[in-house]
């Protein structure tokens, strides 16, 4: 599969769950099944990247993996920010409130899809180490 269509898909799938993490009712009194199905679905959002690591890494693509090991960085590090201003907001508006959590959405698509907030951390986080150690071997 090439990287183009691995890119697109990886796309696809932040679209896809951050739409769903939009939704209301995504929460912990939704059915087992549903359930389920966002989870897989949040675990397949790091299918494609992974993907593409295991094709960097055999093509010593430098520009693949740093691509990927930015992205990472910048959710891991916006996730923790928005978190932090999620917990601060307590005392601040509602709306204030909503606003960073669309923005925490947004920032780690398939962290509030799935529901399992350390799954989704800590596959961004295999990734980020992943493709640092292939940018090291690459180089």
């Known amino acids: 599969m090439s990287k183009k269509i691995l890119f697109a898909l990886w796309g696809g799938l932040f679209i896809l769950c951050a739409g769903l993490g939009f939704i209301p009712g995504f929460s912990p009194e939704i059915g087992a099944g549903a359930q ?3 989870t897989v679905l949040s675990v397949a959002f790091f299918v ?3 993907w593409l690591l295991y094709l960097a890494g055999k093509e010593k693509d430098t520009g693949t993996l740093k691509l990927v090991f930015r992205l990472s960085a910048l ?3 916006l996730t923790l920010l928005a978190l932090i201003l999620n917990l601060l907001s307590a005392l601040g508006s509602a709306t204030l409130g909503n606003v960073l959590h669309g923005i925490l959405i947004v920032v780690s698509s398939p962290m509030v899809c799935s529901g399992f907030w350390a799954l989704s951390l800590f596959l961004w986080a ?3 180490l992943t493709s640092r150690q292939l940018i090291k071997r690459t180089a």
Do not use: F, H, M, N
Request: charged share 0%; with cysteine; glycine share 8%.
């Open 36 to 38: 389920t199905v966002l």
């Open 48 to 50: 494609p990247p992974a």
């Open 75 to 77: 959710s891991l590090g």
């Open 126 to 128: 295999c990734l980020l």
